[in-house]
């Protein structure tokens, strides 16, 4: 076993080292006094040996002698007494010094793996799965400090236990260790050929663990949809798959695991016979005292226990490097770009889109896009689904970034500003709601460190009092994850109450009152008006009557802006816009008839 097995997790090692040192001089002193046991054990039998041989040759100083071993015996008692003690205080103390460092690694590893996740573009939560990155965080994370926590200590403890044991054997008889060594060569052997396929066996559970977490992620966060369709039974079928897969994976390690043991085992008495055999005749032969053979097997036994202990350590190491290189996998994913530079005043909030495109995998979103948005204007965006709405707004907070095209802030590219900054400059309400399983009011307040009293203010204006009113504990209602109590369109005003309360800049609302009726809509209009009477507003709907009072309109189609202008105009010219318009206009005619 070598050191260089904690290379890969150096990075992390590396701030505890004061730590490890305390650690590993206690281990030195715990492994220095376990090989002191067996010599002076040694010592105490040939003392004995010797004066029972005296008595029995009849010789008269044989009752001297056994004066002076029983003398001598206490002493070695009371040596081996103290020896024990030095062994159980220097134990718990390598032992919590080590394991504290395996907790703040655990630590600092799920930190820097949560942090690093936090940097990556929207792109890449769009390819993964959630329940295989929440399983990197938990299992995977877990194995590394199972093995930082025992591989560790048994690794370090094998590695001085094993020289300390062989250099002793051979300073008692190094012919017959030679011996005692003839069937560790299999055994390195087999350690090297069994732990390219645990390495690769781990990382097969690993990864089917994360298959059933993400299985099982998703079925949580659409309860709702599984019920509705009854797919209760399907999905745990489904379910019980994986769970079979996960199974019969960690059977392929158990089996290859349950060889490898018995194996070593095996070695490791062969190592014992031999040392029985050609030893004991040394000792009838009278060539080795019987002190020395027993403190000789005492080593052999010390000697073998590493190579038994070892199974373990490659067992945990193995499954701990196929962690490794799956959170590897994730910290090797590129950031965003926040490349921007010194902060840069925007004091306007003017918008513009300069030949801007952008494409998914599965085909072009935005194709030659050019507008600009006067500072405190309204820009309303209108077109079918899939025109590209969507994605012309995540471009400006950059959660998406343009393939070709510049988008500008009151002049400055998007790239040259600092994303915090850049992000502090808008309140975003997506088409999806999310909420946290928090209170309603720090939902509303979210990123503000004193929300108090701007809270109501912006439910006022979100048209979300009265339901605050009805609700058991007002604004301190703990709405559950995702917003599970709320209605869709209270939780779309909870999420507009917590664009307005930041005050920002410039206001995107992407549909941001599809799911509320057309009388709330009108009366969260009319309070709106005033909040974006002094910012700029990219407004996109569905709804004619949530855009028709906007400074501008575009409307979209395939990615292309196929016209623009005002209500008035776009009517007037009886194309996409006037034709949308007039269906609108039925279909309300219709229901209030």
């Not at 659409?222 to 009854?230: E, L």
């Not at 770009?337 to 072009?364: H, K, M, W």
């Not at 979100?462 to 109590?485: H, K, M, N, Y």
Request: hydrophobic fraction near 45%; aromatic fraction near 8%.
């Amino acid at each position: 076993m070598q050191l260089n097995i904690f290379k890969p997790f150096s990075e992390y090692l590396r701030p505890y080292k004061t730590t490890i040192i305390l650690g590993l001089v206690l281990l030195l002193v715990v492994q220095a006094a376990y090989a002191a046991i067996p010599l002076v054990l040694k010592q105490a039998i040939d003392s004995t040996k010797a004066a029972l041989d005296a008595r029995l040759a009849g010789g008269a100083e044989w009752a001297q002698m056994a004066q002076n071993s029983k003398r001598d015996v206490a002493i070695y008692a009371g040596m081996i007494a103290a020896l024990a003690l030095v062994l159980m205080v220097g134990s718990v103390g390598m032992r919590w010094y080590l394991a504290s460092v395996s907790r703040r690694v655990e630590r600092d590893l799920r930190r820097a793996y949560f942090s690093h996740l936090l940097t990556l573009p929207l792109a890449f939560f769009q390819k993964r799965r959630v329940g295989d990155l929440m399983a990197r965080a938990a299992s995977d994370v877990e194995a590394i400090q199972r093995f930082l926590s025992n591989g560790l200590r048994l690794s370090l403890t094998g590695i001085l236990g094993f020289f300390l044991s062989l250099g002793l054997m051979c300073s008692i008889d190094w012919q017959l260790a030679l011996y005692a060594l003839l069937p560790m060569p299999v055994m390195v052997f087999t350690l090297r050929l069994v732990s390219e396929r645990t390495r690769q066996g781990y990382r097969r559970v690993q990864e089917q663990f994360g298959e059933m977490t993400a299985h099982l992620q998703e079925n949580l966060a659409g309860i709702r949809v599984v019920k509705a369709y009854v797919r209760g039974a399907a999905e745990l079928e489904r379910f019980a798959q994986h769970n079979a897969h996960y199974v019969a994976e960690n059977r392929r390690l158990i089996s290859l695991m349950s060889l490898f043991h018995p194996f070593t085992f095996l070695l490791s008495s062969l190592s014992l016979v031999l040392v029985l055999w050609l030893g004991g005749r040394q000792v009838l032969e009278g060539t080795l005292t019987l002190g020395a053979f027993v403190a000789f097997n005492a080593y052999l036994i010390r000697l073998s226990r590493p190579m038994m202990i070892l199974a373990r350590v490659v067992d945990e190491y193995q499954r701990a490097m196929a962690s490794m290189s799956r959170l590897e996998a994730i910290f090797q994913e590129p950031p965003q770009d926040d490349r921007g530079g010194d902060q840069v005043a925007i004091s306007g909030g003017e918008i513009e889109l300069r030949n801007v495109g952008f494409a998914y995998d599965s085909g072009v979103a935005l194709d030659q896009v050019n507008v600009r948005v006067p500072a405190g204007s309204i820009l309303a965006v209108v077109g079918r689904v899939g025109s590209g709405k969507t994605t012309l707004a995540r471009l400006i907070p950059r959660l998406i970034q343009a393939g070709q095209g510049q988008v500008l802030i009151d002049g400055v590219a998007l790239e040259d500003l600092p994303l915090a900054t850049l992000r502090g400059l808008i309140g975003y309400v997506p088409q999806d709601t999310f909420l946290f399983s928090d209170t309603l009011r720090e939902n509303i307040a979210l990123g503000l460190d004193d929300g108090d009293g701007q809270v109501e203010a912006a439910a006022e204006v979100a048209q979300l009092s009265a339901d605050i009113e009805q609700f058991p504990q007002g604004l301190e209602t703990v709405v559950g994850e995702r917003g599970v109590t709320l209605s869709g369109g209270q939780k779309q005003r909870a999420a507009l109450a917590r664009a307005i309360i930041r005050r920002p800049q410039i206001l995107i609302l992407d549909d941001a009152l599809a799911s509320v009726d057309t009388r709330t809509e009108e009366e969260i209009l009319k309070r709106l008006r005033q909040v974006m009477a002094t910012r700029t507003t990219i407004l996109i709907a569905h709804r004619i009557s949530t855009v028709k009072d906007a400074d501008h309109i575009l409307v979209l189609d395939a990615g292309r802006i196929v016209e623009q202008g005002t209500h008035a105009q776009l009517v007037e010219r009886g194309g996409v816009y006037a034709d949308m318009y007039r269906r609108q206009h039925l279909s309300s005619s219709l229901d209030n008839f």
